[in-house]
């Protein structure tokens, strides 16, 4: 319900993550533009947050505690030389080369697709569809590529320039067709910006009309509740 | 260093320079907080175990990227506890009736073990606080709101689980998070005055 032009009486249920798609859609596209709307919002967001303290207490297992420091005490490094060389014992160098490597495999990944597309089209005269995608005024510097396949169901999608997010939260692909939006899957991004994902569809993907990418909850929502941060049509 | 007597900002930033005894004193702190969370929502001890270690691996391995301006660490471990146990529940497709969601209604103990009273006395405060406001719902805004916040049930779903319209579902989750600001607010203003 609209209230004055605001969406407050669908504020709460929001920030709880109970509003049904369309609604859920159209108070984050009102919130977009609306401080007073997202003031609101922060308020029963605060509300939610507390909700955790009143779950009835139940203890863990003692022997869980031992799991855990098991699993984080760190364990004496050991590095060949090939890793000496590399400079693998420094943290931030293992940071540069992890990002190198995944900006790599990347484009391993979009090689072999794009060959695989090419090796495709030359069999079968048919041609990949590739789709570029756009950041918007809240990423105007982000850019992406959906490549879907030759078989029309399956597809990767690359994202550069995206800011990494905190570990509450990931981006989420959104296929959209006639309005509704379906999960293409969520996804982080490199310290750099660099993302990439493999989608899956079940249906082909010329029933879609766009896609985007929206800011959701770590693990994904299921539909769009924050940010759009790049969109392109199909 | 006596870690127990530090507070939660302080422990974070040892556990982003892999104080491992930080981490332990975090864990002792919240951690019956986290996995309560995800008992309640998964009814599972062995999934509950998974989360609640896996919330806490996160801590560690991401210590240096939180920041307290931007909301308390229960919120974080309880947010992300939320989240994986409402998605583990989705997966498993779990029936409703498989068990019962309740909110408590006692006030927590405040009984401390000889570490970092203010903190625990501060998480005492603030669990008491929540109790007493949902404890003031009607029963059937309580249900309602158990379905959204421990299912993660859009208004449709909870309107099926309880056979209600969905109007009326839609009022009874407004009202119970407005009743519930306005408490918190109070008791807020009372405690700050």
């Given at each position: 319900m609209t209230t004055d032009n605001h969406e407050l009486d669908l504020l709460p249920a929001y920030a709880l993550g109970s509003l049904d798609e369309a609604d859920a859609q159209r108070v984050a596209g009102h919130l977009a533009a609306c401080p007073h709307c997202r003031a609101e919002l922060l308020a029963f967001q605060q509300v939610s947050d507390e909700l955790a303290l009143a779950v009835p207490q139940v203890a863990p297992p003692p022997v869980l505690k031992k799991k855990l420091m098991d699993r984080v005490r760190p364990r004496p490094a050991q590095f060949s030389w090939v890793q000496r060389v590399l400079g693998w014992q420094r943290p931030r160098a293992r940071q540069v080369w992890a990002s190198a490597s995944l900006a790599l495999i990347a484009i391993l990944a979009v090689s072999n697709l794009l060959l695989w597309f090419r090796f495709n089209e030359l069999k079968n005269q048919t041609l990949p569809q590739v789709v570029a995608l756009q950041g918007t005024h809240l990423t105007p510097g982000a850019t992406g590529v959906f490549v879907i396949g030759a078989d029309g169901y399956s597809g990767t999608l690359v994202v550069n320039g995206l800011s990494p997010l905190d570990e509450t939260h990931q981006y989420q692909l959104w296929l959209i067709q006639d309005g509704r939006r379906t999960s293409g899957g969520v996804f982080s991004v490199s310290e750099k910006g660099y993302g990439t994902i493999p989608v899956v569809s079940g249906q082909p993907f010329d029933?879609?009309?766009?896609?985007?990418?929206?800011?959701?909850?770590?693990?994904?929502?299921?539909?769009?509740?924050?940010?759009?941060?790049?969109?392109g049509d199909l | 260093m006596d870690y127990n007597k530090l507070d939660d900002d302080t422990l974070i930033r040892l556990v982003a320079r892999s104080q491992s005894e930080a981490l332990s004193v975090l864990y002792d702190r919240y951690s019956r907080l986290v996995y309560s969370v995800a008992m309640t929502i998964i009814d599972d001890p062995s999934v509950a175990d998974e989360i609640t270690q896996d919330a806490f691996?996160?801590?560690?391995?991401?210590?240096?990227?939180?920041?307290?301006?931007?909301?308390?660490?229960?919120?974080?471990?309880?947010?992300?506890?939320?989240?994986?146990?409402?998605?583990?529940?989705?997966?498993?497709?779990?029936?409703?009736?498989?068990?019962?969601?309740?909110w408590e209604d006692a006030l927590p103990e405040e009984m401390s073990d000889g570490s970092n009273v203010e903190q625990e006395v501060e998480l005492a405060h603030r669990q008491a606080k929540v109790r007493r406001a949902v404890a003031q719902l009607p029963d059937e805004q309580r249900s309602a709101l158990a379905l959204a916040y421990f299912r993660g049930y859009a208004h449709q779903q909870i309107a099926d689980t309880l056979g209600e319209p969905l109007g009326t579902v839609k009022t009874r989750i407004r009202l119970a998070m407005q009743k519930l600001r306005e408490i918190l607010k109070s008791e807020n203003e009372i405690i700050a005055g």
């Open positions: 029933v879609y009309q766009a896609v985007g990418i929206t800011i959701e909850p770590a693990g994904g929502s299921p539909g769009p509740t924050g940010d759009k941060v790049m969109g | 691996v996160r801590l560690w391995e991401n210590a240096a990227a939180f920041r307290p301006e931007l909301g308390k660490l229960t919120t974080w471990l309880t947010g992300i506890t939320r989240n994986r146990a409402i998605d583990v529940f989705r997966r498993r497709k779990i029936r409703p009736e498989g068990h019962a969601i309740s």
